[in-house]
């Protein structure tokens, strides 16, 4: 029972490079979410997904976009990474029926 | 503005005493709490929540407590274990795309 899955689990950028964060779930739920953790702080949410081809922006989606094509994927790019994105990022996706939220086991990501 | 505040950063107690967990919220349009528990290099696991409609719920050990009046609740572990040393969020979501909003987290230290 995968749940959600997120690769990579680490990786170092230099600055003004750019990657993908890939997130998927096998529990065929609707919503989906980005979060970021910075050290010492609760999680703040980057963008979030309704369903598949719809998006929004949550409270920091400066610097990031995401595209939803499946209900299984929710991909988050980062275009021209800088060190201020330089933390923890995780997958989250909803079931509506608890009104819980499942996590990633998260991407730490370093911008040098 | 921190809509959900945890003022404690740190907290340890002693294996078998009481451990409570403190969390307040500023917008009373806020109806649903959650507490999430994480360790060290995973994601956030769902532990227990509340809905604005009860003031108490509880699940085994674990117990949370809303306050609506003084827009606090609080999560009760009574046995705490060594186990139950972890960082804990409390967060709180309303009905727009089920996001939510999570405090900055308390780290629970429980000493044998």
């Known amino acids: 029972n995968a749940g959600v899955t997120q690769t990579p689990k680490f990786r170092i950028l230099k600055i003004g490079q750019s990657m993908t964060l890939q997130c998927t779930q096998d529990m065929n739920h609707n919503y989906m979410y980005w979060y970021r953790q910075d050290p010492g702080m609760g999680l703040k949410l980057i963008y979030y997904s309704v369903g598949a081809g719809i998006t929004d922006k949550g409270e920091v989606p400066n610097g990031y976009n995401v595209s939803r094509s499946t209900t299984e994927d929710f991909p988050l790019r980062l275009e021209l990474a800088a060190p201020s994105q330089t933390s923890v990022y995780f997958c989250?996706?909803?079931?509506?029926?608890?009104?819980?939220?499942?996590f990633g086991p998260g991407t730490r990501l370093l911008v040098l | 503005d921190q809509q959900v505040k945890q003022n404690s950063p740190s907290l340890s107690v002693q294996e078998g005493r009481i451990s409570i967990l403190n969390c307040d919220y500023t917008n009373s349009m806020f109806d649903y709490f959650l507490w999430y528990k994480k360790y060290p290099a995973e994601g956030p696991t769902f532990l227990i929540s509340i809905s604005s409609i009860k003031d108490k719920n509880e699940d085994g050990r674990f117990t949370v407590f809303l306050n609506k009046s003084a827009k606090h609740l609080s999560l009760h572990i009574v046995p705490s274990q060594p186990g139950d040393s972890a960082v804990y969020f409390c967060?709180?979501?309303?009905?727009?795309?089920?996001?939510?909003?999570f405090g900055q987290g308390t780290e629970l230290s429980v000493k044998p």
């Open positions: 989250a996706s909803l079931d509506r029926a608890q009104e819980t939220q499942y």
């Open positions: 967060a709180s979501h309303y009905n727009q795309g089920g996001k939510l909003i």
